[in-house]
């Protein structure tokens, strides 16, 4: 079933089953960028509230659900962080995030656990610049095809190749990276 043929933004049960098939993936992609489990779960939300929003835009011809979602939440964390930038440097930190029960707080917790690998790899790859970085991420570590990877990014094939092999390239010898496949750049 396809995005816009689904029309889920009027249609309830064509966007439950959008979000049943896409948010485990959209809370581990988040999941390994941000290690606050409330920031986890208002992020999720934000994404699935953009889709409503931006289902419009969807064009299957240009890659997957999932690359396109991987997008709006790359978008969704941008958004995220530059707020909280703004707050901590204009206001300090400031309460107001929704109760997580017991059972979300575990969960988040075990999630954002399972994806500590993740994080040292994404700390490996901070002096990256940040197109080849991003690129990097989404390959290696979200394991989106390199033309899903090029969608996700707005940009050409071609040039998320290059990105890619910048890269990998720049971190053959990084042991942070050993666990993450980084084929072809011995």
């Not at 995030?97 to 994080?119: K, Y």
């Not at 790859?125 to 394991?143: C, K, S, W």
Request: aromatic share 6%; charged share 30%; proline share 3%.
């Amino acid at each position: 079933m396809r995005l816009r043929q689904a029309g889920i933004a009027t249609d309830t049960d064509a966007f439950e089953a959008f979000y049943r098939r896409h948010v485990d993936a959209v809370t581990s992609f988040l999941a390994r960028r941000v290690d606050d489990p409330h920031t986890v779960a208002d992020l999720v939300a934000e994404v699935f509230v953009a889709v409503l929003d931006s289902a419009h835009t969807y064009r299957p011809g240009r890659g997957s659900e999932i690359a396109w979602l991987y997008g709006v939440a790359r978008n969704a964390l941008s958004a995220e962080r530059r707020r909280a930038f703004k707050e901590t440097r204009l206001a300090g930190r400031v309460g107001g995030r929704r109760p997580l029960d017991s059972d979300d707080m575990t969960d988040l917790v075990a999630r954002i656990d399972a994806e500590n690998l993740a994080r040292r790899a994404f700390l490996a790859m901070a002096g990256l610049p940040d197109g080849d970085r991003a690129m990097l991420e989404l390959v290696v570590i979200d394991q989106l095809t390199i033309g899903e990877a090029a969608t996700a990014l707005g940009i050409r094939q071609g040039a998320a190749r290059a990105r890619l092999h910048r890269a990998r390239h720049a971190l053959r010898d990084t042991p942070e990276m050993a666990p993450f496949v980084l084929e072809g750049i011995r």
